[in-house]
T-cell receptor, first 115, second 115 residues
Framework: AQSVTQPDIHITVSEGASLELRCNYS??????LFWYVQSPGQGLQLLLK??????LVQGIKGFEAEFKRSQSSFNLRKPSVHWSDAAEYFC?????????????FGTGTKLQVIP | GAVVSQHPSWVICKSGTSVKIECRSL??????MFWYRQFPKQSLMLMAT?????????EQGVEKDKFLINHASLTLSTLTVTSAHPEDSSFYIC???????????FGSGTRLTVV
């Protein structure tokens, strides 16, 4: 079965600073990888996803993520954080076949942005 | 883009009553929908997979008789929490799988409080 680890429960960065959120996955084959963002009391919004091809994926809101098979990682990055980026971020892995993917979420990383 | 509407956003009910939560795909047909539960400050836990026209597949430890899932059409799945108790209070989120199996869109979630 697949699993996802987000080692950082809570991260604080200054507005304008760069950001990297870590995500490691475990799955026997090439996984489908996702990053979602959740604002308090809200649902999840997809930031980006990786299925195949270029290992550097561009997403919305200026986020990008890089798939590194050798490290089983899919870290999320943003060069300059804005106060509105404060939220909880979830990495997820989809695994399965036949067009159906069972998605497993990491425990999330809460991002705090300070002025 | 794909939109999933979840209703209601907030619900408070008395212990022992039943609550129905709706999940609708607004601009696409969803043969598969997923129901998640999220406890405070925790990740999303998959409860069940809902397939149009067939019985839902429940994850281990999820009570089928307590969490009734009906996926009667290609755009609507419902989750009914039967005989709700305070420990059922949680944030419930649905997601729908787009046609090609490569996209997951989430609803905005339902905050259930059982008093």
């Amino acid at each position: 079965a697949q699993s996802v680890t987000q080692p950082d429960i809570h991260i604080t960065v200054s507005e304008g600073a760069s950001l990297e959120l870590r995500c490691n996955y475990s799955y026997g084959a090439t996984p489908y990888l996702f990053w979602y963002v959740q604002s308090p009391g809200q649902g999840l919004q997809l930031l980006l996803k990786y299925f195949s091809g270029d290992t550097l994926v561009q997403g919305i809101k200026g986020f990008e993520a890089e798939f590194k098979r050798s490290q089983s990682s899919f870290n999320l990055r943003k060069p300059s954080v804005h106060w509105s980026d404060a939220a909880e971020y979830f990495c997820a892995v989809g695994a399965g076949s036949g067009g159906y993917q069972k998605v497993t979420f990491g425990t999330g990383t809460k991002l705090q942005v300070i002025p | 883009g794909a939109v999933v509407s979840q209703h209601p956003s907030w619900v408070i009910c008395k212990s022992g009553t039943s609550v129905k939560i709706e999940c609708r795909s607004l601009d696409f047909q969803a043969t598969t929908m997923f129901w998640y539960r999220q406890f405070p400050k925790q990740s999303l836990m998959l409860m069940a997979t809902s397939n149009e026209g067939s019985k839902a597949t429940y994850e281990q430890g999820v009570e089928k008789d307590k969490f009734l899932i009906n996926h009667a059409s290609l755009t609507l799945s419902t989750l009914t929490v039967t005989s709700a108790h305070p420990e059922d209070s949680s944030f419930y989120i649905c997601s729908a799988l787009e046609g090609g199996g490569y996209g997951y869109t989430f609803g905005s979630g339902t905050r259930l409080t059982v008093v």
